[in-house]
């Protein structure tokens, strides 16, 4: 059923390749630019916030199986021209170490992937944000006297040069495209949608791993529950 809606989005247009920002036939889903990427990024994103939690978590576990293996899915699906394609990025990789890494593939062995360090998201975020500094600047300027941090906020968005941080975002060629055969491949052998569901649950998941992280989860509460407090929750107990 789910493969059935890309083919009737795309039947009057077939082709070998996805063209990004078509239809998926989910309503507010689009087609994704480069899916295998943005799974490489998030899967490998979420295992690294899942060594930082004790081993003897289950959530740390559950989720670490589930998304080693949808990782080895994606790796093992490989587009025309990716050793190429990993020898032009490297130019790339060596000039901003700090924004992409290359990542050895789960399986072990010489392969490997160039991932971002931050999440795309986080740069489409960074671009909101200046878009909205420039709009700043052509606002028309508020009634009163500015506050002592009003005009120092000011004064720093004034000189900033937008235009400039913008060229100085780092960028790598996006990786080869795979083709619609191997999309479906990767669909069929996750069993969970399109591939623009599963980024959206690997997202998700991404997300939680941090926050469950940033709140330590595992550790004792601070304050103790009242004897019997969750009783009514237990197999075979009446609620009174």
């Known amino acids: 059923m789910r493969a059935a809606a890309r083919l009737l989005a795309s039947v009057q247009r077939p082709t070998q390749f996805l063209k990004a920002g078509d239809p998926t036939g989910l309503t507010g889903l ?15 994103s979420t295992l690294e916030k899942l060594k930082s939690f004790p081993e003897h978590s289950v959530y740390r576990q559950s989720t670490e199986a589930l998304t080693r293996h949808r990782l080895s899915i994606v790796e093992n699906v490989r587009p025309a021209g990716l050793a190429e394609w990993q020898q032009r990025a490297h130019a790339a990789l060596e000039q901003f170490p700090q924004a992409f890494r290359k990542i050895p593939v789960s399986s072990g062995g010489a392969d490997y992937n160039i991932v971002w360090k931050q999440s795309a998201s986080d740069a489409a975020e960074r671009l909101l944000d200046e878009e909205s500094d420039a709009d700043y600047r052509t ?5 009163g006297i500015r506050s002592e941090d009003e005009r120092a906020d000011q004064g720093r968005l004034l000189s900033r040069d937008i235009i ?15 083709t619609t ?23 998700g998941e991404d997300i ?25 929750h237990e197999r075979g107990s009446k609620a009174a």
């Open 181 to 203: 055969e191997q999309i479906q491949d990767i669909e069929t052998r996750i069993g969970a949608g399109l591939i623009e569901e599963v980024i959206q649950v690997a997202e």
């Open 139 to 143: 606002a028309p300027s508020l009634e």
């Open 30 to 44: 689009p087609t994704h630019a480069s899916p295998r990427s943005a799974l490489l990024y998030l899967y490998n």
């Open 208 to 232: 939680l791993a941090g926050t469950l992280l940033e709140s330590q989860v595992w550790e004792d509460l601070e304050e103790k529950p009242q004897e019997g407090q969750w009783t009514y």
């Open 164 to 178: 400039g941080e913008k060229r100085a975002i780092p960028r790598i060629e996006l990786e080869p495209l795979l």
